[in-house]
């Protein structure tokens, strides 16, 4: 239920937006990278994904405050 939730949060922003979070994501070997195969989860007031850098393959996770 809460990971219904949050994917309907996520997909509540515009796709040029979804696009900018997801091309602008942290990863400790490859620097700033894109998430790939994410999930949605959602933590109080913030939508947070996890997933892979499109790289390296990496796990990597991307925060994103309402």
């Known amino acids: 239920m809460k990971d219904e939730l949050a994917h309907k949060r996520w997909m509540t ?10 091309g602008n ?3 400790r070997t490859c620097g700033v990278t894109t998430i790939v ?4 989860d ?4 913030t939508i ?3 997933g892979s ?14």
């Open 25 to 27: 994501v942290y990863c």
């Open 13 to 22: 922003k515009p796709a040029h937006i979804r696009e900018k979070f997801e």
């Open 42 to 45: 959602s933590d109080n007031h």
């Open 48 to 50: 947070v994904l996890k």
């Open 53 to 66: 850098c499109k790289t390296c393959g990496g796990k990597v996770a991307r925060v994103i405050e309402s």
């Open 37 to 40: 195969d994410y999930s949605v």
